[in-house]
């Protein structure tokens, strides 16, 4: 199957300070890759749709002007979290793929 | 109601026993069925991918799908400590590509005791 990296897989950070979260894809080009949040013992949601070339969808309730998606090449798609605050702390996983969806690993964010 | 129902669990079964997983969905668009298995702390694996309704077998897995009922299955069969993870369903109704967003059910969590 394809292959999605992120880095990093975990990041400590203090409150107010932006975190940026990278998603590669290794041996596919990707120009659509999708960003789900997860919290403990919940299922992933879709935040946004990253869209390579052009500006990301972001799903209801989700801040586009806080959660900043760039997909700037087919193999890169990064999300920043600015102005993180402790309810931001939760694991974030990209995914993208040709004819099916894989999987990143997973960046463990704690915001103290 | 939520658009996939699945039973978070825990379910624990001895090694050896057949497990099954389900899920039950309300919009009928959704002609595209995957299972996910996620352990601790790591992104989900892609396990099994059907196709409208149906049955697909995959080593000891084996998903079923009936598009009738609304529900989807997952079998494990001979099931092993390393299989203990989070099991998740996943589906949609635009196809199964990387340019299509899943809707998820909320995954069991299975352990399987040695």
């Known amino acids: ?112 | 109601q939520k658009e996939v129902e699945q039973d978070p669990g825990p379910l624990s079964v001895p090694e050896g026993a057949i497990v099954s997983l389900n899920c039950t969905y309300s919009n009928s668009a959704f002609q595209y069925f995957m299972w996910y298995r996620q352990y601790s702390r790591k992104g989900p694996e892609l396990l099994m991918y059907t196709y409208s309704s149906g049955n697909k077998e995959d080593g000891r897995f084996t998903a079923q799908v009936d598009k009738s009922s609304k529900y989807i299955s997952l079998f494990i069969r001979d099931s092993q400590p390393s299989d203990s993870a989070t099991y998740l369903c996943a589906m949609s109704a635009a196809g199964a590509s990387g340019n299509t967003p899943l809707v998820f059910g909320k995954g069991t969590r299975l352990s399987v005791i040695a």
């Open chain 1, 1 to 112: 199957g394809a292959v999605v990296s992120q880095h990093p897989s975990w990041v400590i950070c203090k409150s107010g300070t932006s975190v940026k979260i990278e998603c590669r894809s290794l041996d596919f080009q990707a120009t659509t890759m999708f960003w789900y949040r997860q919290f403990p013992k919940q299922s992933l949601m879709l935040m946004a749709t990253s869209n390579e070339g052009s500006k990301a969808t972001y799903e209801q309730g989700v801040e586009k002007d806080k959660f900043l998606i760039n997909h700037a090449s087919l193999t890169l798609s990064t999300l920043t979290v600015t102005s993180a605050h402790p309810e931001d702390s939760s694991f974030y996983i990209c995914s993208g793929g040709v004819t099916t969806q894989y999987f990143g690993p997973g960046t463990r964010l704690l915001v103290l």
